[in-house]
């Protein structure tokens, strides 16, 4: 048996379009069916960044921290700040990751100083634009302080035609699908339901498969009464 020796198929998004339009009945002719459906990939595109983790949109990032300095606002593609380290003299051997704790908006309000200095221990994301983290205690200056965070970013946006999506392979299906539901409600409202059903079931299969392979272990414990 021969076959093509190559595994990177992709879709721009003009033949993703294109097969969209077709799950529609409907064949693009003119322009604005173009930039509809370009419109469309970037509603949907913000919709899945609420459905959940992306894992391919999880970046580790980091900030210099300034001395007495607790608030710094995060790049503007940043959704939300996962878990988070401090690092202590970054790129050397003696390099050390320490954890540091997310604490909730009312558990920062509640501080009583804000100005403390020592080495950060906890954390608080401000989900505002742009992502604001609050540290405390404010870093001080015994040393360079790296705030090293595991970042959820937006997914890119849709620009131009000849592009691809800033996705992994196995959405794909899940992307046409969705971009065909979101055509048909406004111009194949016949095939919405049918549309609608075999999208939520490709995400459904996408989502499922885009998760943490790591092994989870867990251990019982026995207290005597």
Sequence with gaps: MTTSGVANFDLQFDDLIAEAYERCGIEVRAGYDMKTALRSLNIIFAEWANRGLNLWTIEQRQQVLTAGVYEYNLPSDTINALSAVIRTNAGLSTQQDITIDRISRAEWLHIPNKNTQSRPAQYYVQRSVPTTVYLY?????????????????????????????????????????????????????????????????????????????????????????
């Design 137 to 225: 205690p404010s870093p001080d200056d015994t040393q360079t302080w790296t705030f090293v965070y595991y970042a959820i970013r937006r997914i890119e946006n849709a620009n131009n035609y000849t592009e691809t999506a800033d996705i992994v392979f196995r959405f794909l299906p899940a992307l046409v699908a969705a971009l065909a539901f979101h055509l048909s409600v406004k111009k194949a409202p016949d095939r919405m339901i049918a549309l609608k059903q075999l999208y939520e079931e490709e995400f459904a299969r996408a989502a499922a498969e885009d998760r943490d392979t790591a092994s989870v272990f867990l251990t019982p414990t026995y207290t005597a009464s």
